[in-house]
């Protein structure tokens, strides 16, 4: 079976691509390397893994890709509200023009998998476990794209989409402003963080439980086609001073305290259901717990210190 993955050079794809290749799959990279990350040089030695450096909104390249893909996996994106705020033009045209037009290239038999935030679930509704039929209210221009790309998406035929929760953990192509990701980084490094909307609540998934989220809905296509699945830990629908407790179990010299320095532009703050892709048979692996050790034993190597001598 061959796949396609857009922006499979990033943080997701560093784990994915690796894990899609280890188990035989053929797999096309196209990404534009805009972090100039190197995470996928150790793909280079499967014979089934190509690599092309372009554009997912360039119709040309995305046409010729197609034509030899079974499966396409869409992660190419602008990630983050901040970063999306930042660009707003390259946010809409990638995010979701870019989906739209793959759309409607692929052929009806192709299968489409792609992941989106579920930010934006529970506005309004706090308390209040969120299903895939709960409407999704996004304020941030990054959450309005994900929507609207899950929509074309799912409007045509072989699709599935995966409503991610925060996802945490170590990558080849590191991102650490992801939430747990920020604040293991931070107990490490600075052993203090000031906290704002401590009592939002937000759940969370790990990497490798997303690469193997992937992997099931690929073996399970027939069966899961059609619907949005929410992806997270059914025992980690924490707030920000519950996750802050839990990293500090192994971190005892951390110490966090809350201010109103900011709010999140999505106005997250939700508990989810993760009933229906379990009743599917996925299972995760990694908990928040375990997480936490790996990212303690990762930001052992990963400094921000470009700008100073220690
Ligand atoms: N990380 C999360 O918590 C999370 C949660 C929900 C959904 N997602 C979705 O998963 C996908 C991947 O997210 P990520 O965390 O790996 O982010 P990332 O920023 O690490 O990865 C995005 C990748 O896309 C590439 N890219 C950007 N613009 C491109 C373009 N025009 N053409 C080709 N490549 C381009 C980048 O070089 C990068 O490799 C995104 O669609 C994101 O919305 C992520």
Redesign the pocket.
Known sequence: MKILI?????????VLTPTLLAQGYDVTV??????R?NSLADCCQYEGFQVVR????DEAVVKELLSDADVII???????APLCQKDKI?TQT??FE?VKMLCSLASNDQRIL?????SGYGIGEAGKFCTEDTPLRPISL?GVT?VEAEKAVLERENSITF?????FGM?S?M?ID?LVNDFVYRAVHDRAILVFEGHFKRNYIHIRDVAKVFLHGIKNFEKMQGKPYNVGLEDANLSKLELCEEIKKHLPKFVYIEAPIGEDPDKRDYIVSNARILNTGFEPEWSLNRGIKELIKGYTILRNSLYSNI
């Open positions: 857009t922006g499979g050079a990033g943080y997701i794809g560093s196209l990404d534009n390397f805009m972090f990350q372009g554009d997912c909104r869409p992660l190419a994106a602008l990630v983050g390259s990638t995010n870019a792609m992941p989106v935030t579920n990054y994900k409503r991610l929760a925060t996802v990558s192509r991102r992801l």
